[in-house]
């Protein structure tokens, strides 16, 4: 027997033959203070502790550079003077970029949008599922999707996923609401949504249309050739405005914006679809050298340190290193999917049934999203994966309520505490009490059960619950998460950002002896690879020219250009570091160029104590 509360959500939970019903009123009693206590629950997994943010160097360092120049802001310019952009398009970091100039560029301001967008992530799930399924389905969908780790993990970062996620998950609202009366006006505003979250994560945005196109064809109340017609026009708004920002950089002379890293011919479609797509299949044997993009052994990146299995392939979602941040209701899941489909073709729904639209889109979303990550390189990234976690926790949440007290719950509850156990043997040193605990409580719900007493099923969700929400508490230790760096939670996150303060002594002597003999010239100097520059961008917002973009493969900026900077005035010295001198990339050729032709400065004129990097005069009267 379910406990007292257990009754009274199951009570308003739809039976599994029949179509769900309007939800009561009543049931308002319960569910706001218990989405309140959810909501709450996290804003403070995903706030806690932001102000010991980080910077994530390459992106702060871009944010910090969009907030100098409107323009800078709009092509997402890596660099003060508005040479090089970033590698991907930058409307994931629009936001940060608006929290900065509102708030200072603090690490904290920049990560304090990404976990706004993930606390609206729970709330608009509990929504879809609510309107799907019933009202305790979405809070489950809710709490669910708070205790995943990869969730608290992009609240708590600076990547793409968490303004991506927010909007997909909008295109989603917009596509049901569409669908429940034949909406066209509504279903183009869901084109709208996924044109937007096109500018955060580009071509991985269309893999969510496969879910919305199929949801509205099947159930949406009107004639085949009307909804047709609705699912084009929704479609040609997607790619209106996933191209609107392609479109206006290729219409826009080369010399009057930034260049575009990734690429070698300074390309909008290198850019989106060689360099961030077409190289993510590479193990499918596709080549993206034609296309202008950068191809380098460093855009493939393997994520074996993060647990065994952990490459490309089909098993990868469900190696330890993904789904311990994203797969620990897999099995829930599997439930909710199957076990609907097959109870909707027992008792034959009709077309415009609405579990049946729910089934579909959650459905087909979790198979598009494991089917392009199965066979999509990551590099390693698990922050990939909350995209992948909404349609876990929605599917994993009407299994448990539609399934109610039957023996295959309860199979199933009793194998997703067996998965959860296993998938912390792989880290035995992360908090070992929590998988005996969590068996523990499995065996008591399996007595509770056998006795017929109350609290069986909420004691079967602890022990279900029990090891993600340690996995996803522990993103509050500095130990194991870094705030404003990646979106990985648990034993296999690593630092990966600079401190507030990046600039240490010896870069500070050489910032000030630069910008004393600066001249007038436009750039302080020019650095190779962005790492080098990023300290200086960041601390000082100074105007230094990184060269070879984010792979040091880039040809930017060309070498006759290079020496038309020299030989204007603009560009006066150049930092060398030892690894570029033996570099065979075009940031390389440029620095031999730089020894071979510039006046050594002397150590003792900025740092007699400086022995990791060299600076150059260039200029007429030094070159040889």
């Known amino acids: 027997m379910p406990s007292p509360v257990g009754q009274q959500l199951l009570s308003h939970a739809p039976p599994p033959t029949a179509p769900a019903p309007p939800i009561p009123a009543s049931t308002d009693r319960y569910e706001r203070p218990v989405l309140a206590a959810i909501a709450v629950l996290a804003a403070v997994l995903c706030l806690w502790g932001l102000g010991h943010s980080t910077y994530h160097a390459f992106y702060a360092s871009a944010v910090r550079s969009m907030t100098g120049d409107p323009a800078d802001f709009f092509y997402g310019a890596f660099d003060p003077a508005g040479s090089i952009t970033l590698d991907k398009l930058p409307g994931f970091l629009w936001p940060q970029a608006l929290s900065a100039l509102l708030f200072g560029f603090h690490p904290w301001a920049l990560v304090l949008p990404q976990a706004l967008e993930m606390v609206g992530c729970v709330l608009l799930l509990h929504l879809l599922v609510r309107r799907w399924a019933g009202v305790p389905a979405g809070l489950l969908a809710a709490a669910f999707l708070t205790l995943t780790p990869v969730t608290v993990g992009l609240g708590r970062s600076v990547t793409e996923d968490a303004p991506f996620v927010l909007l997909l998950l909008l295109a989603a609202e917009a596509t049901w609401r569409a669908t429940e009366r034949a909406r066209p006006r509504t279903l183009l505003l869901a084109g709208l949504w996924v044109g937007l979250a096109f500018q955060c994560k580009m071509l991985e945005a269309w893999a969510v249309l496969p879910a919305l196109a199929v949801t509205y064809l099947v159930a949406a109340p009107a004639a085949p050739r009307r909804r047709i017609g609705h699912v084009a026009l929704a479609g040609a708004v997607t790619v209106a405005v ?14 009057a914006r ?3 890293d990734g690429t070698t011919d300074d390309s909008p479609f290198a850019l989106v679809v060689g360099y961030n797509f077409l190289t993510r299949f590479h193990t499918m044997g596709i080549d993206a050298a034609g296309t202008g993009s950068i191809v380098a052994s460093g855009t493939v990146r393997a994520g ?4 065994p299995g952990m490459g490309d392939g089909i098993g990868k979602m469900f190696s330890p290193g993904l789904a311990t941040q994203t797969g620990w209701l897999y099995p829930l899941a599997a439930l909710g999917l199957v076990g609907g489909l097959l109870a909707l073709r027992r008792r034959r729904a009709p077309r415009t049934d609405r579990l049946l639209a729910g089934y579909v889109l959650w459905g087909v979303w979790g198979v598009t999203f494991f089917a392009v990550f199965s066979f999509g390189s990551v590099t390693g990234h698990t922050y990939y994966m909350g995209v992948v976690a909404v349609a876990v926790a929605a599917l994993a949440a009407v299994g448990v309520v539609r399934a109610g007290r039957s023996r295959v719950l309860a199979a199933v509850l009793a194998a997703d505490v067996v998965w959860c156990a296993a998938l912390t043997w792989w880290y035995p040193r992360f908090q070992p009490w929590s998988a005996p605990c969590a068996i523990a409580l499995g065996l008591l719900a399996l007595l ?11 004691t079967a969700l602890a022990a ?14 500095p130990r194991y998460n870094q705030p404003g760096a990646f979106g990985r939670v648990g034993p296999t996150s690593t630092p990966a950002g600079f401190a507030p303060s990046p600039l240490g002594p010896q870069h500070r002597r050489l910032l000030a002896y630069l ?17 080098s520059a990023a300290p200086y961008i960041l601390a000082a917002d100074a105007p230094v020219l990184p060269m070879g973009g984010f792979t040091g493969r880039v040809p930017y900026p060309a070498p006759i250009a290079f020496h038309r900077l020299v030989d204007t005035g603009r560009l006066r010295y150049v930092i060398v570091t030892e690894p570029f001198l033996k570099a065979h990339t075009p940031a390389g050729e440029l620095v031999r160029w730089t020894v071979a032709h510039c006046a050594l400065v002397p150590r003792t004129a900025y740092d007699p104590g400086d ?10 009267a030094h070159q040889g």
């Open 242 to 255: 996933s191209l609107s920002w392609m479109l206006a950089v290729a219409l826009t002379p080369a010399g």
């Open 258 to 260: 930034p260049y575009l």
């Open 304 to 307: 074996g340190h993060l647990g």
């Open 448 to 458: 509770l059960a056998g006795l017929r007493r109350p609290g069986a099923l909420a």
């Open 464 to 477: 279900v619950l029990l090891v993600p929400a340690v996995w996803t508490a522990s993103a509050l230790s």
């Open 515 to 531: 910008t004393a003999h600066r001249d007038g010239a436009r750039y302080l100097a020019a650095v190779p690879g962005w790492q």
């Open 611 to 620: 022995r990791t990097r060299l600076l150059y005069h260039c200029g007429p």
